[in-house]
């Protein structure tokens, strides 16, 4: 519900406010399912998405991307593992350096990464949640092409305006 709430909203604030609800959902999915990457990864995301309200700073994104990579060394024991860490790696580069349309088609790259992801693991939930996502959020690109200052409203202290 969080996920698909908040690649409905056109203001960059409130998306990464439901964004990091839906991180949490996911930390006790893949908890359940004993996918610790998934879960390392999910955990790091709700972090990345609270901080991301407060600053655009590039130091915090690589940060966070350095720890993603950690907890990928340390807990990656397939390929695959690797996918929700990529796709985490992508949506902190996104939350904390982009902002409208192209923040959103970074993060749809992340979506497809995950849709794989959970198809791999078995998680049909997550997988059908991901493949809504990946659809709605073209629609929500398309409402921001056509209003472009609506997701202006919501950026983060300190954000360049266009």
């Known amino acids: 519900m969080f996920g698909v709430g908040s690649f409905l909203l056109t203001d960059d604030r409130r998306f990464k ?5 839906e991180c949490v959902a996911y ?3 893949f908890a ?13 995301s709700t972090l990345r998405s609270l901080l991301a309200l407060r600053t655009r700073s590039a130091w915090v994104a690589a940060g966070i991307v ?3 990579l950690a907890f990928g060394a340390w807990a990656a024991q397939r390929a695959i593992d690797w996918l929700p860490l990529a796709a985490s790696c992508l949506g902190t580069l996104a939350l904390f350096l982009l902002q409208g349309v192209p923040m959103r088609l970074v ?3 992340g979506t497809s990464l995950w849709v794989v992801h959970n198809a791999a693991v078995g998680s049909i939930g997550g997988t059908a ?6 659809a709605v959020n073209p629609v929500t690109i398309w409402r921001l092409r ?14 360049p305006r266009p």
């Open 17 to 21: 406010l439901y964004m990091a609800g």
């Open 27 to 29: 930390v006790l999915r």
């Open 32 to 44: 359940s399912l004993g996918s610790p990457t998934a879960v390392a990864s999910a955990s790091l």
């Open 66 to 68: 350095a720890a993603s």
């Open 107 to 109: 993060m749809l790259l």
């Open 129 to 134: 949640l991901e493949l809504v996502v990946a």
């Open 146 to 159: 056509r209003t472009p200052r609506a997701a202006v409203r919501g950026a983060a202290p300190g954000a």
